[in-house]
Nanobody, 123 residues
Framework: QVQLVESGGGAVQIGGSLSVSCVAS????????MGWFRQVPGKERELIAA???????HYTEALKGRFNISRDNAKNTLYLQMNDLKPEDTAVYYC?????????????????WGPGTQVTVSS
């Protein structure tokens, strides 16, 4: 199995930037594609972006431009850089990994999940 642990969440002001990280351990070779998701209470968990082992990325269109996903395979670490943050970006951010090679793998087909990290954007 793959264990995922996010870090770097916290409180940030409107318009600010924040970077969150996710360290993978265990059978990391199973993490063909990794992704960042977020969820607010009462809403479905939504994909922000996904990245494969070769660095090819896929973004949810509405979030493209302000968010940047990257991956360091040698360090088994996934990153998400978030810029120009808005109050509506407040959510729990989750790291996930899937054996699938598809960048548009549905949320339900991700195999491994981290516990999440809270990001709060306010004035």
């Amino acid at each position: 199995q793959v264990q995922l642990v996010e870090s770097g969440g916290g409180a940030v002001q409107i318009g600010g930037s924040l970077s969150v990280s996710c360290v993978a351990s265990g059978r990391t070779y199973l993490s063909s594609v990794m992704g960042w998701f977020r969820q607010v209470p009462g809403k479905e968990r939504e994909l922000i972006a996904a990245i494969n082992r070769f660095g090819v990325t896929h973004y949810t269109e509405a979030l493209k431009g302000r968010f940047n996903i990257s991956r360091d395979n040698a360090k088994n670490t996934l990153y998400l850089q978030m810029n120009d943050l808005k109050p509506e970006d407040t959510a729990v951010y989750y790291c996930a990994a899937t054996r699938s090679q598809g960048l548009q793998t549905p949320r339900q087909d991700y195999d491994f999940w981290g516990p999440g990290t809270q990001v709060t954007v306010s004035s």
